[in-house]
């Protein structure tokens, strides 16, 4: 369980800092097509930061908006709230807000920035569906999110994506200002060097949006396999989780009220998964025979 913890942790940071090298290069190239330099990189962050501030400090209410759910008071479903008051006691944090999805597709979602303003949402068919052990594993998993502040990662993420679509975009159309052959002239560079130089400009702003997406993705994937490495540490159970994934992965009822804006939320894909490597290059889950084995090997 360490070893899985410290290494999804290592995948993590190194995914980060390759977005930052990127957000560097292409902040260069910028300063480089214009007279902006490194200051190219102040109103992109300023735009992004901006961009995603209302969504990150009000993320638990617009996605429990978003998903329908209600709150649930401990009467209703006692079971539920005995697991999240345990978890939370053997985590070390506050008791997170219960809500309930009036769905029969089991399946589960954690959001808010901090443990102190976190959210944990359940189906109908989750409840139903799960047994206890199994429930254990999936609430844990969740309030790992709230612990490893993955809302805050991905929401760093999300303003590096930011930041790179519109330095991406900034480059372009420096193509059409003419800013680059301005910048070439002016310092005298060779016409093949300039010429290189704009051809890989123009590379970097067209697959530089790309790349970010797929880093966002990547990242995504490495929290799903730390929040499942930290449940198995939660419970000192990995076979709870386990087996709980195996029934979400053999249950094809889909989620109603899930879409591709939130998908990623939810302990395991709401919508039809698709088989294939590139379809796997662009998911927000890691396919659940490579977690469920991940937890069997603990």
Wanted: charged content about 20%; some cysteine.
């Amino acid at each position: 369980m360490y070893k899985q913890i410290s290494r999804n942790k290592r995948r993590s940071f190194f995914l980060v800092l390759f977005f930052f090298a990127l957000i560097f290069v292409l902040t260069w190239v910028f300063g480089q097509m214009t007279e902006l330099g490194a200051y190219a990189l102040i109103p992109a962050l300023v735009i992004a930061v901006l961009a995603t501030f209302t969504s990150y400090f009000y993320s638990d209410r617009i996605a429990l908006a978003v998903s329908r759910a209600r709150p649930v008071k401990k009467e209703e479903y006692p079971h539920l709230y005995n697991v999240v008051e345990g978890l939370a006691i053997a985590a070390g944090l506050p008791k997170p807000r219960c809500y309930v999805i009036n769905d029969t597709a089991p399946n589960a979602f954690a959001s808010g920035r901090n443990p102190e303003n976190s959210v944990i949402v359940v189906t109908e068919g989750l409840l139903s569906k799960l047994n206890r052990v199994e429930l254990e594993g999936v609430i844990a998993h969740e309030m790992s999110h709230i612990k490893n502040y993955d809302i805050l990662v991905q929401t760093l993420a999300v303003v590096m994506v930011g930041v790179i679509a519109l330095l991406s975009d900034w480059i372009m159309r420096s193509f059409f200002w003419g800013g680059g052959k301005r910048r070439s002239s002016d310092r005298g560079k060779s016409g093949n060097a300039a010429a290189i130089f704009l051809v890989v400009g123009l590379i970097l702003a067209i697959l530089s949006p790309l790349i970010a997406q797929l880093l966002r993705l990547a990242v995504s994937r490495k929290r799903e396999f730390l929040a499942d490495a930290s449940s198995a540490m939660m419970t000192r159970y990995p076979a709870g989780l386990a087996s709980a994934l195996r029934k979400l992965a053999a249950d094809k009822e889909p989620l109603e009220v899930a879409n591709k804006a939130t998908a990623h939320m939810y302990i395991v894909n709401p919508l039809k998964e698709h088989k294939g490597k590139m379809n796997k290059l662009f998911s927000t889950h890691p396919p659940i025979e490579e977690r469920i084995a991940a937890l069997e090997s603990m």
